[in-house]
């Protein structure tokens, strides 16, 4: 029967009851923002160059409001060069940088979600005039930001986005570079842990990637294997989502690229690999949630590098 052509008493309560039931959908469907502090305006908490020092962190760099917590942390592990005392520079367009001869980060207006932000390592400096050996450290540039332990399974989509321009990425030795141990890479990463108490695997975790940028590749390929390599890896399965499932043509330097996808899908397959390779054999799907996420340079190649990174958000949607 059409509704249209039904006549019957519409009352206050009627009404409001159906108001009120549409108001529950819509609220059910908006994105929950799963990031704090886009802007950037609580600043950083800067790490120490090891995971392992104590203690790992030396202070907020580039605050902009000191009401407002650091929810980030720029990571500079297996740097040559920290940059705890290094000087904050402001300019007139209002952009933050912090700097010293390996490093730079620069905090344009409106941070993450406005005109973004640079991070740029400088190879020549941190290598001088050798190339890391197998089982060295190396530099790390990266954005870090604990997560409350997000439930995969709590939300239908969890939907992250970014835009990025790698400005240049050009080697910084005339000395030949083993393509298996020297490159510079840029890869979204979350840290993916079971926390169902019940478990055997609880507390157990694998590491789930989206690759932005490697200079090996024109798209950067899928990557699984255990993190090793350095005395404070975790040992924990990585799995790197397939660049070319993430983007229809090659990342060019000086082009702005678009990452965005779902997380809920690949995360499940991230799963499904780890099973196939020994790790979290006895976890579903259900008991995995998100816990850190971190994105940004790791350079264990002898490159000078700069990355631009805007329009980063990361949302969940109810199903």
């Known amino acids: 029967m059409c509704i249209s052509s039904y006549k019957f008493p519409v009352t206050r309560h009627l009404w409001m009851t159906v108001l009120g039931a549409l108001a529950v959908t819509v609220a059910g469907t908006q994105p929950v923002p799963l990031f704090e502090d886009l802007a950037?305006?609580?600043g950083f908490r800067l790490s120490a160059v090891s995971s392992t020092q104590k203690p790992v962190e030396s202070g907020v760099v580039l605050v902009a409001n000191p009401a407002i917590p650091a929810a980030w942390r720029l990571a500079q592990w297996g740097t040559k060069f920290s940059l705890e005392g290094a000087k904050?520079?402001?300019?007139?367009?209002?952009?933050?940088?912090?700097?010293n001869i390996a490093k730079e980060l620069i905090v344009y207006p409106g941070g993450l979600s406005g005109e973004g932000i640079l991070l740029t390592v400088t190879g020549a400096s941190e290598y001088g005039e050798t190339l890391r050996k197998q089982g060295e450290p190396w530099?790390?540039?990266?954005?870090?930001?604990?997560?409350?332990?997000?439930?995969?399974?709590?939300?239908?989509?969890?939907?992250?986005?970014?835009?990025?321009?790698?400005?240049?990425?050009?080697?910084a030795t005339a000395e030949p570079m083993a393509p298996g141990?020297?490159?510079?890479q840029v890869t979204a990463f979350w840290t993916v842990h079971n926390?169902?108490?019940?478990?055997?695997?609880?507390?157990?975790?694998?590491?789930?990637?989206?690759?932005l940028f490697d200079v090996r590749y024109p798209v950067p390929p899928g990557h699984q294997a255990v993190d090793i390599g350095k005395n404070d890896a975790t040992g924990k399965f990585i799995c790197t989502i397939p660049g070319d499932r993430?983007?229809?043509?090659?990342?060019?330097?000086g082009a702005w690229n678009t990452l965005a996808c779902d997380l809920v899908p690949l995360i499940r397959e991230a799963l499904e690999a780890?099973?196939?390779?020994?790790?979290?054999?006895?976890?579903?799907?259900?008991?995995?949630?998100?816990?850190?996420?971190?994105?940004?340079?790791?350079?264990?190649?002898?490159?000078?590098?700069?990355?631009?990174?805007?329009?980063?958000?990361?949302?969940?949607?109810?199903?």
């Open 181 to 184: 141990l020297h490159t510079a």
């Open 40 to 42: 950037l305006d609580g």
């Open 246 to 253: 993430l983007y229809r043509k090659p990342v060019e330097i």
């Open 139 to 171: 530099p790390h540039l990266l954005i870090e930001q604990q997560l409350p332990a997000i439930p995969v399974s709590r939300y239908k989509e969890m939907r992250f986005h970014v835009k990025f321009r790698v400005d240049h990425c050009t080697p």
């Open 88 to 99: 904050e520079e402001d300019d007139d367009s209002g952009a933050r940088r912090l700097c």
């Open 274 to 319: 780890s099973h196939g390779k020994g790790f979290l054999t006895e976890t579903v799907c259900s008991d995995l949630a998100l816990t850190s996420f971190n994105l940004g340079w790791e350079v264990p190649g002898s490159y000078n590098c700069s990355i631009r990174l805007q329009s980063l958000y990361f949302n969940g949607t109810d199903g």
């Open 195 to 211: 926390q169902n108490s019940e478990s055997k695997n609880f507390k157990d975790m694998i590491w789930f990637g989206l690759p």
